[in-house]
T-cell receptor, first 115, second 114 residues
């Protein structure tokens, strides 16, 4: 079974600075999807960014980018120019390409943005 | 707004009771997923339906059951409730069973068992 580990329960960053959230995963599959979801205090789960394992290029969405290291099974999220609205819980998630489309989540990292 | 609706937003009930959580997927989405978010277990997949049929099962207790109706809305039934069932229950939907399709999450139902 796949597992996802987020080793940083909490992180903080100054407004306008850059922060990196870590995620590692364990799988025997060669093709899969990885995601970062944001959960603000409203509790809504919001997709931040998605990476397909067979694509070597790291995904980027505006101020959000990932560092995907397939061999190391590492998938970190970099937030540039942090804004107060980025404060939230961030969850890393894994999804197989075949079989069930269930998402396997890490425990999450609580990000605080200081003004 | 993801387009996925869940009712009720909050539910407070006593141990031993039974509740039903309702989810309406985005227009056009055929797959519905249920997830449970608790302090102890984090976010866990419970069950998936596709076009009315059960497609995948996760860590769902025998006291819990779900179904998807012909109009594609889904209900999650929780019975013989225990204190440990207190959690946030999310419904998500996607176009179909293909892994490439994004799952859109509803706002969740907060269940408190007293």
């Amino acid at each position: 079974a796949q597992t996802v580990t987020q080793s940083q329960p909490e992180m903080s960053v100054q407004e306008a600075e850059t922060v990196t959230l870590s995620c590692t995963y364990d799988t025997s599959e060669s093709d899969y999807y990885l995601f970062w979801y944001k959960q603000p205090p409203s509790r809504q789960m919001i997709l931040v960014i998605r990476q397909e394992a067979y694509k070597q290029q790291n995904a980027t969405e505006n101020r959000f980018s990932v560092n995907f290291q397939k061999a190391a099974k590492s998938f970190s999220l970099k937030i540039s120019d942090s804004q107060l609205g980025d404060a939230a819980m961030y969850f890393c998630a894994y999804r197989s390409k075949g079989g069930s489309e269930k998402l396997v989540f890490g425990k999450g990292t609580k990000l605080t943005v200081n003004p | 707004d993801s387009g996925v609706t869940q009712t009720p937003k909050h539910l407070i009930t006593a141990t031993g009771q039974r509740v039903t959580l309702r989810c309406s997927p985005r227009s056009g989405d055929l797959s519905v997923y249920w997830y449970q978010q608790s302090l102890d277990q984090g976010l866990q997949f419970l069950i998936q339906y596709y076009n009315g049929e059960e497609r995948a099962k996760g860590n769902i207790l025998e006291r819990f059951s779900a179904q998807q109706f012909p109009d594609l809305h889904s209900e999650l039934n929780l019975s013989s409730l225990e204190l440990g069932d207190s959690a946030l229950y999310f419904c998500a939907s996607s176009v179909g069973p293909g892994a490439a399709y994004e799952q859109y999450f509803g706002p969740g139902t907060r269940l408190t068992v007293t």
